[in-house]
């Protein structure tokens, strides 16, 4: 529900009128990698988040300081946006490391294009040049030396979803080596990689937590919404790349991701999934970074439908897969939400409903409760919801598919009144990406052989 914080926004930055990203750090210790940042707002508001990497055998953080320290400081770059949208200063003093012009250039539209929801649901009006300013040090970074990798060995981040279980399935089935990756391990995460075939020994853990200073702050009344999670993974992501050798991270971010969640305007849930930001990230990692890390989307020419049709195929994930954000803590589908809605939706073609009803429990379009989401996601509104959800199109391709081949003659509450339409190719890929051609065609093959 959008809010009217205009006010509020004018005000706490007045009060708080800079943030300074002050420090980082890097400790190798028993457990792993280690980093720490230090973000003040004052002498006695200061944010000091921490992360680290666990230890494996196959990760090798006696990295030079150099590369390290580059990556450190990115890694900060990025956290600092969860510590300044409490407040919203108007300035950011960057003290511990150097930005281009280019580099701000970048940071400013990673964390305008990030932050659109947040100022969207909180109401509040601002522009790229006005939200904020960022000033950067002189203390120079050196180039880190180039790092062996092998960029036809895969690090894949699994959210505990289909679409990364796609993604994991089609590279390993193809025969490349390919090594999950999971930023705060929990049911689904495990679960999706153990029905993989490999341990959660096996995989890249990552482990981040918020500053309680922050959640403080939040409960007094300062402002609070969505930030660019998946770039956030991104840098993690490099520490990963580099510690492993393995060159290339594999997302799994579909085409759909490119449309915006309120019509008709840029403000986009899923911007850091979108194709510009990754394009902009690959950039910034070669030029600014100096790093051969590669970063793509491996399902970018598929539309969220046809994920869901290859999805469909592999049974030995549909008891443990879950892509609930409320249901997240106890491991389990909420069956109220959009996520839930969206994703019984998309997989209601390929599943039939006795089986798909057993995943989610219960029949989710006989649920007229919700009607208003179902509302927003076949286009009746004046916004998606602000989930990672499909397009538009697809949603409706769905339900028309479901309905010729399950609800013919007896339609579920939810589509009695509904008018079905079909618009998406299942056979189409789309051409906007950066695989190689030896990926394309491994979702070429893929999609010719079941669609």
Request: charged share 20%; with cysteine.
């Amino acid at each position: 529900m959008e809010k009217n914080n205009q006010q509020l926004f004018d005000t706490l930055r007045t009060e708080w009128p800079v943030l300074q990203y002050a420090s980082y750090r890097h400790y190798v210790s028993d457990r792993g990698l280690e980093f720490e940042f230090e973000f003040r707002l004052s002498d006695d508001v200061v944010f000091r988040p921490h992360s680290w990497i666990e230890q494996r055998p196959f990760l090798n953080f006696n990295q030079p300081v150099e590369t390290l320290n580059i990556l450190a400081f990115n890694i900060g770059m990025i956290e600092l946006i969860s510590y300044w949208k409490c407040v919203c200063p108007k300035q950011i003093d960057v003290l511990c490391g150097a930005l281009s012009e280019s580099d701000v250039a970048f940071w400013k539209k990673l964390y305008w294009n990030g932050l659109g929801e947040f100022f969207y649901t909180n109401g509040i009006n601002t522009d790229i040049e006005h939200f904020t300013s960022i000033h950067a040090g002189t203390n120079s970074l050196s180039s880190p030396d180039q790092v062996l990798i092998n960029t036809c060995q895969y690090l894949v981040p699994v959210g505990g979803g289909k679409d990364s279980v796609v993604t994991w399935e089609l590279l390993k089935r193809a025969g490349y080596t390919v090594r999950p990756l999971i930023m705060n391990p929990r049911g689904a995460t495990i679960g999706c990689v153990e029905a993989g075939g490999v341990t959660i020994n096996d995989a890249v853990i990552i482990h981040r937590s918020i500053d309680p200073l922050l959640l403080e702050m939040n409960a007094k009344g300062c402002l609070n919404g969505h930030t660019p999670f998946s770039a956030m993974l991104a840098f993690y992501a490099l520490v990963a790349s580099v510690a492993s050798g393995m060159g290339s991270i594999a997302l799994s971010n579909e085409n759909s991701a490119n449309e915006s969640t309120v019509l008709g305007t840029s403000v986009n849930h899923q911007y850091s999934k979108g194709i510009e930001f990754e394009a902009d990230f690959g950039r910034y990692v070669r030029e600014s970074m100096h790093l051969g890390c590669r970063y793509f989307s491996f399902l970018r020419p598929l539309s969220e439908l046809q994920i869901a049709m290859i999805f469909s195929r592999l049974e030995a994930y549909h008891d443990v897969f879950r892509s609930c954000n409320v249901g997240s803590k106890t491991d389990s589908w909420c069956g109220n939400c959009a996520k839930c809605l969206f994703a019984y939706i998309i997989l209601s073609p390929f599943i039939e409903p006795r089986k798909l009803n057993a995943i989610f429990g219960k029949s989710m379009l006989d649920d007229i409760r919700l009607a208003p989401i179902f509302e927003q996601l076949v286009g009746h509104a004046a916004t998606k919801p602000f989930e990672c959800v499909g397009t538009v199109d697809e949603v409706n391709t769905a339900l028309a598919m479901a309905i010729d081949r399950w609800y013919a003659t007896d339609r579920p509450a939810l589509l009695v009144d509904y008018r079905p339409t079909a618009s998406v190719d299942l056979a189409h890929l789309c051409n906007e990406h950066f695989l190689n051609n030896e990926e394309i065609s491994i979702l070429q093959q893929c999609i010719a052989s079941i669609s």
